[in-house]
């Protein structure tokens, strides 16, 4: 390890005692991170193909360490019943990790699709010689479950989204409790043709509830199929602007390879908070 414990040991306590931890801001999925990182493309209530997704994001380019977040996910419909797994890992170096792990279902009614998300938070810091006996820190390790729900009605070519997320506000934290930011969502996306191409355009406003977060937040974008096999699109958020690429083409008889990349360009925030990401995926019907 290249830096010393002293360093380390406040890092850890940037990530979680005054910012709160990665995973709080952090996109699960490609498809949520070209979105600009809101909710709305990760509404539990969402169906989707049978899929499995993986990305690897470097947050953080402008700050010189070694950080990293790596997302595996999987969807499965089962008749009326939509059911994924998701699994997000953030490193610090090898001193600090966070631990995101979400299950969900979403069932169809007649005139609207409903989900639940039961989500499990985890944090660990590793300790050296400088902070192992150090009274600030309470503990190594810490640990909070909490869920979402959401609703999805699709009226047309539009589909209208509400999502309550972190609803209990569970604590979590190394050195002291910190309360996890209870949000909600409502959005809408709707297909639209520009220039004959096909586009799907969205708008999202999240209320926050958390004090160091902004009181409302907001996302807007547009994903256009530029060809058969490519997308491209961008979303615009309070500190984020997120252009996206997509390539899509068959993968045997029944299936589809993704192959994403995309960047989160600051702004009004720390030029340092860019962040790169590269996703796969597969879809099959």
């Known amino acids: 390890?290249?830096?010393?414990?002293?360093?380390?040991?406040?890092?850890?306590?940037?990530?979680?005692?005054?910012?709160?931890?990665?995973f709080e801001n952090i996109p699960l999925g490609f498809k949520a991170f070209s979105s600009g990182g809101g909710f709305l493309f990760r509404n539990p209530a969402s169906f989707g193909e049978k899929r499995i997704d993986f990305d690897f994001q470097k947050p953080f380019q402008g700050i010189d360490e070694n950080f990293s977040s790596q997302f595996l996910g999987a969807g499965y419909p089962f008749g009326k019943i939509?059911?994924?797994?998701?699994?997000?890992?953030?490193?610090?170096?090898?001193?600090?990790?966070?631990?995101?792990?979400?299950?969900?279902?979403?069932?169809?009614?007649?005139?609207?699709?409903?989900?639940?998300?039961?989500?499990?938070?985890?944090?660990?810091?590793?300790t050296d010689e400088y902070t192992a006996d150090d009274t600030y820190l309470s503990k190594t390790s810490a640990g909070a479950y909490d869920f979402d729900f959401g609703f999805l009605k699709i009226?047309?070519?539009a589909e209208f989204s509400l999502i309550v997320a972190n609803v209990l506000g569970s604590g979590i934290g190394i050195r002291s409790d910190e309360k996890l930011n209870r949000a909600i969502s409502v959005g809408v996306r709707r297909k639209v043709g520009f220039f004959g191409k096909e586009n799907a355009a969205f708008l999202e406003i999240v209320k926050n509830t958390k004090e160091n977060y902004e009181s409302f937040d907001y996302y807007l974008g547009n994903f256009c199929s530029v060809t058969r096999k490519f997308k491209i699109g961008f979303a615009l958020g309070r500190y984020y602007f997120t252009p996206s690429l997509v390539f899509a083409d068959k993968f045997f008889a029944k299936s589809v390879f993704e192959v994403s990349a995309g960047y989160r360009y600051p702004h009004g925030t720390d030029p340092d908070f860019g962040q790169l990401a590269f996703g796969v995926a597969v879809l099959w019907k």
């Open 82 to 126: 939509f059911v994924g797994l998701k699994f997000r890992q953030f490193f610090f170096d090898s001193v600090y990790a966070e631990t995101l792990a979400e299950i969900s279902s979403a069932g169809k009614m007649k005139n609207f699709n409903f989900g639940l998300r039961l989500k499990s938070y985890k944090i660990a810091i590793k």
């Open 1 to 22: 390890m290249k830096k010393s414990g002293v360093f380390s040991f406040f890092c850890v306590l940037f990530f979680y005692s005054f910012s709160g931890a990665y």
């Open 155 to 157: 009226i047309g070519n």
